[in-house]
């Protein structure tokens, strides 16, 4: 049984910074895929960054590319997603899932594992 376990949002002020944190536990997860999610009231689910868990190649949404940076500790098997230079328009709550797969896709669908989320708020 996977679990994915999301910590780290709260309530900050545009420019400012956050990292969540996705604490990932039940199986090897070496030859998965790990990616950040966020749904903000209203909209669709959208892909904001996925990494390789072996190799640790990223990948990022063209709205966060230069803002935020995914990255993981093999030792305590879990992913961070560091967002800095946040925006109203960031506000959403994150979710991160996981892909046992070796190619990271930005379709919600294609992730089989998922965490509760963590509600991150900027407000202007």
């Known amino acids: 049984q996977v679990q994915l376990v999301e910590s780290g949002g709260g309530l900050v002020q545009a420019g400012g910074s956050l990292r969540l944190s996705c604490a990932a536990s039940g199986r090897t997860f070496s030859f998965y895929v790990m990616g950040w999610f966020r749904q903000a009231p209203g909209k669709e689910r959208e892909f904001v960054a996925g990494?390789?868990?072996?190799?640790?190649?990223?990948y990022y949404a063209d709205s966060v590319k230069g803002r935020f940076t995914i990255s993981r500790d093999n030792a305590k098997n879990t992913v961070y997603l560091q967002m800095n230079s946040l925006k109203p328009g960031d506000t959403a709550v994150y979710c991160c899932a996981a892909r046992p797969r070796v190619l990271i896709v930005t379709t919600p669908g294609a992730y089989e594992y998922w965490g509760q989320g963590t509600q991150v708020t900027v407000s202007s």
């Open positions: 990494i390789k868990w072996t190799g640790g190649v990223t």
